[in-house]
């Protein structure tokens, strides 16, 4: 590509990337080509949200197959500009190539303004554990496409297609003082687990039938037709891109954070990195995502 | 991926990106996956040199089918390390997915160091044409690789598998007063015309018997083996990476770059864009490389 010039006026850039090939990420007869640009660019939003910086710019390389329809591409394109425009976040460049699968490489870049990066490393015993978005919907509106509903509960499989995280909770949680953070991409315990690796200690959900009461409500109908207890999507569901963190214990939250949970120090027989739920261990069906397995 | 924080003390950093796909840019039984790394890596800090910057770090994004072999991946990253590691350019994060074919996504961002970014749009009539670094190398050694000749002009070959641009001559061109620069990708003549297309100039080069008189000469050999005009690799070749540029007429060209043209204005029959070799329209079979046509 031809290079692009950003600015930098804090004299840091936060940096990251993520991958998306087709069948694998997503399908294109579950999502249009607006959707995949919508969730592409939005997963990195959420990334950059998750450092406590304002995304500020994408690059994006794509491969494509010979016989991709043009319109899928501005489709494509036209998905990620949407997802950047309420947060003004510009796309400044890319490059591209022939292939035999397509595959959707987003570069992003974040400012700090002046905020001390938040890492997944940071969270001590005492803070609480607080989500910022919904959760489970992702999860479900997938669930519902792959079982062939995809016109009912329209309102989880566009939760889906195109995951809408509260950016702007990324920074004022910084600000607010979260100590560790991430976002939930892969599924709620399997990031917990990793913020809880990384930090070195124990997190304890506290009973989700009350932590996640309003998502529980949203997904009951849709967890009735397929037969699912709605709580393995709430704990086991990513791509929602919910920002959980932690902050010191008597911290006034951000008002889009939610309490759900409590940094233990790694002691006895709780090993660093592990995630209880409501004092047990985890069920073992509460898996996340992994994009190996499928 | 996590996150990482680029350190910014010019207040901007210059980003770009490239992506190569298996048998489209590279092919495994051409180029061992050291090679690969090497010239993804490559590319990309050529990139940030043409802008007249300095490569500070890269991020990479990878696809893999789950059939290749470990110690590919492990040689794809000491190539890439070997590329960047005497320009201090650290990797910084990446991202990794399985997929049918391999994909190597490398952003790369670049130091700007308070110069003002050199762009391929500033030449003036009057400019001379100034190259840094070999030209036909890399082709050659790609058109033995073709033909079946592994071990014919080994160092032709190497020039393929892993080009070695002039870094520095970017930030050094920058200096001494560059009016636009690029680096050869894509060929000779292709990549002077989008100079010459984004400058609304004309460019004509010098007798590229004179101009390319030592590039030429070590052409010769393998020319001769292959029945190959070796003008037209000199004038048609990329993936030398060589960075060509323009200066005022009568600047000191820093010491990497030596004159093979001169930029006039785009008058009477000569269009814009226009590409000359001594005066005369660009013999039709020097064309540059396109990823689509293969």
Same sequence: chains 1, 2.
Avoid at 123 to 135: I, M, T
Avoid at 220 to 243: I, K, N, Q, Y
Wanted: glycine fraction near 12%.
């Amino acid at each position: 590509m031809i290079g692009a010039v950003l600015a930098a006026p804090d004299g840091r850039v936060v940096v990251s990337l993520d991958v998306l090939v087709e069948n694998r990420h997503f399908r294109r007869d579950w999502s249009s080509a607006a959707d995949v640009g919508w969730r592409a660019a939005m997963q990195n939003l959420a990334d950059i949200a998750a450092m406590g910086a304002r995304p500020t710019s994408l690059v994006v390389g794509l491969v494509l197959p010979a016989d991709l329809p043009a319109r899928w591409v501005t489709g494509l394109a036209r998905g990620m500009a949407a997802a950047c425009a309420p947060s003004g976040v510009a796309i400044v460049g890319g490059d591209l190539s022939a292939g035999d699968e397509v595959v959707v490489a987003v570069t992003v870049h974040g400012d700090l303004e002046g905020r001390s990066p938040v890492l997944r490393s940071g969270a001590h015993p005492g803070d609480v554990l607080a989500l910022a978005g919904a959760q489970g919907r992702s999860v479900a509106g997938m669930a519902l496409l792959q079982a062939g509903h995809p016109r009912a509960h329209l309102d989880l499989v566009d939760s889906y297609r195109r995951p809408r995280p509260i950016l702007a909770a990324g920074p004022a949680a910084a600000d607010a003082g979260a100590t560790a953070m991430l976002d939930v991409s892969d599924g709620l315990l399997r990031d917990a687990g990793r913020l809880a690796l990384a930090s070195g200690v124990v997190l304890d959900l506290i009973d989700p039938a009350e932590a996640f009461r309003a998502d529980l409500a949203v997904l009951d109908g849709a967890a009735r037709l397929l037969g699912v207890d709605p709580l393995e999507w709430v704990l086991a569901g990513g791509e929602d891109h919910g920002l959980l963190a932690t902050f010191p214990g008597g911290a006034d939250l951000p008002e889009s954070f939610r309490v759900i949970g409590h940094v233990h120090a790694a002691t006895g027989p709780e090993v660093a990195g592990r995630v209880l739920v409501h004092g047990a261990a985890a069920p073992v069906t509460a898996r996340g995502w992994d994009h190996f397995r499928g």
